[in-house]
């Protein structure tokens, strides 16, 4: 990634945007209650719920080594996953920063080369963008009743559109997909000669790729059970936080699957830690459940807190114990 005055700007612009909304989730909330909230909580779900995103990132770091292993390195685990730790700890003070600073650490305690651990980063962002959208596809087809009153109480207000002409909205989308699939059709000639159209090609095949290159490990399913195992502790996650605030410690299954879908989508956006955005569309999505909204956003709080804590934490960590780990590796060289 290129430190220069694009990247700068979009940097700014997006950490702007962040706590210009994070600012709109508390315009009304007494502050001083919330924190006396906050302090109350019961710390020990919230130290669970850390412990299973140590899980995550630990399982995210083994499936890594089984993407090294059929191009001949195989690296130990510990600095695989203080590696993944890093990454997580710079995308959360710069987007996309984080496949950089991750490689490059596990390319200096490891000796492997950067160019091959950034195609297997790059075949696993493939892989989590595809569990991404199937996961989200489960949780919109289980939980769809939920997730459009949540577009018609919440969105549609705040976008000022009439939830009461909404009712025609599917099939208005679905004439412009129609419409759309038509030009396409008379103009595919066309479309094939353009750039985007080549992109969009190249795009698909790593996705095909992505999923042919689960098939050519040497443990395929081990691979697919830490895909699951991930997902499952970032659940896991959402959920044991409901029982650390008494307003939503009556809140359930399908309360942590709304939570885990707005979350993801809070992250996916290029917002410094999803900072604002994760507070307004997890404490919205909340009211769906009986919650106030000024209550679904303390639970944002402590929830995004709980995960930022847990990153920065474990990620100045692991720092030290890498820096630690090449400075007695060179006082080694020197001696010999």
Known sequence: MEFNLKNSLKFILFLGLGLGLLGWAFKNM?????FDEIKNANYLWIFIAMCCGILAHASRALRWNLLLNPLGYKANN?????????GYFSNNLVPRLGEVTRCAALAKTENIPVEKLFGTVFIERIIDLIITLIVTVFIFISQYELLNNFLHSSIYPMMGTD???????PFILLGLVLIG???????????KTLPLYKKACAIAQGFMDGIKSIFKLEKPYLFLFHSFFIWSMYFAMAYF?????EPTAHLGFKAGLIVLFLGTIAIILPVPGGIGVYHN????????????EKEGITYATISHATQLIMIFVIGLISMVLISRKLRNRSRTIDVL
């Open 30 to 34: 007494d502050l001083r209650q919330m």
């Open 78 to 86: 510990w600095n695989a996953f203080y590696a993944v730790m890093i």
């Open 163 to 169: 939830t009461e002409n909404n009712g025609y909205l």
């Open 181 to 191: 699939g038509l030009v396409i059709y008379l103009l595919r000639h066309k479309i």
């Open 241 to 245: 936080i409901f029982f650390a605030y």
């Open 281 to 292: 569309l997890v404490g919205l999505g909340m009211v769906l459940f009986g919650v106030s």
